[in-house]
């Protein structure tokens, strides 16, 4: 393995899936649901699968799955042409490292914005790039984890090309205000940088939390590839649809990284997610209210256990301290937790690059039935 790579031998998520598997325990850690998508989409995926949809796609994606994404962008106000402006692609986990291999390389710096979805530094780093690591910062109040833009602008070099932004937020549940937004948009466009956003819980908000794409602020939408994905969207985690829209211009580069990597995939998949696009948007308004009520069965539960739980305005996942339960690691416990009282959870610091700020909080994740949730804190008070 190349040395840019060594750091990414394995990934977090498999190894505490694997170890849930091993040990029986419930998994909070990887982030998906337990209950399938809506109906009607699992039907448009089994009428495409019947009906021929099995070679190969075309390069951009299926016509009526780039006209339905379109469709469903406008409604944050901004359009985006289906021919020239938008592309499928193989979950937002390529259109992330498509984005990222066209348009940042070796000397270029990318700024990543701590705790970051794992995906990202391997991405940077597979495009031979180097990440430049701003944290969130917890509000004195504990309210929200918050966008330092200060430290995103301190952290702009003359060789910064581009930023990676993830709003809603994995793992911290943050979503970012307008204002911080606003911010951050006047420095991308004083230091002419592009803006790779990652929206895949777009649509999973709560309370009076708003998502708004960066793209839809002034200045951005030319220098912003915006990605989104129908895995969280309509729980097909294992769907890996994703796209990207963006300008003639990004998205033909991103196409040229992407037709290398993949081509194309999930024919008979692209139709269904279209249909979602088009007619299930109400199942989704469901499953954000249900989510909402999970988040707050599963962070009542924790706290009862003794985690200190931050609040989440949006995700699937909540972070908790675990310190007021005697523990200063929550690495350590994350790796003892499936043995020792039969749940798994993911420690936030591996996704970090200053594992000791982050080293004492967990990530849990609440996108699952109930009684699942119910039976994982259950165990969790066996641990005081
Ligand atoms: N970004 C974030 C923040 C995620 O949590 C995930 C996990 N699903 C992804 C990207 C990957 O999305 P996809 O499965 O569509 O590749
Ligand atoms: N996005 C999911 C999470 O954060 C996991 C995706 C994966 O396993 N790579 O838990």
Known sequence: LVPRLRPFTSTIFAEMTALAVRTGAVNLGQGFPDTDGPAGMLDAARDALYGGANQYPPGPGRPELRQAIATHRSRYGTHYDPDTEILVTAGATEAIAASLLALTEQGDEVIVIEPYYDSYAAAVAMAGATRRVVSLTETSDGGRFALDVGAVRAAVTPRTRAILVNSPHNPTGTVFTRAELEALALVCVEHDLIAVTDEVYEHLVFDDAEHIPLATLPGMRERT????????????????????????????????????????????????????????????????????????????????????????????????????????????????????????????????????????????????????????????????
């Not at 008979?268 to 989704?284: F, I, R, T």
């Not at 539960?301 to 005697?326: N, Q, W």
């Open 225 to 384: 590839v915006s990605i989104s994905s129908a895995g969280k969207t309509f729980n097909c985690t294992g769907w890996k649809i994703g796209w990207v829209c963006s300008t003639p211009e990004l998205v033909g580069a991103v196409k040229a990284a992407k037709q290398f990597l993949t081509f194309v995939s999930g024919g008979p998949l692209q139709p269904a997610v279209a249909y979602a696009l088009d007619h299930e948007l109400g199942w989704v308004e469901d499953l954000r209210k249900s989510l909402a009520g999970k988040r707050d069965r599963l962070a009542a539960g924790l706290t009862e256990a003794g985690f200190a739980v931050r609040p989440s305005a949006g995700t699937y996942f909540v972070c908790a301290d675990v310190r007021p339960l005697g523990f200063t690691d929550a690495a350590d416990l994350a790796f003892r937790l499936p043995e020792q009282v039969g749940v798994a959870a993911v420690p936030v610091h591996v996704f970090t690059d200053h594992p000791d700020d982050w080293r004492h909080m967990l990530r849990f994740a609440f996108c699952k039935r109930d009684e699942v949730l119910d039976e994982a804190v259950a165990r969790l008070h066996t641990l005081t």
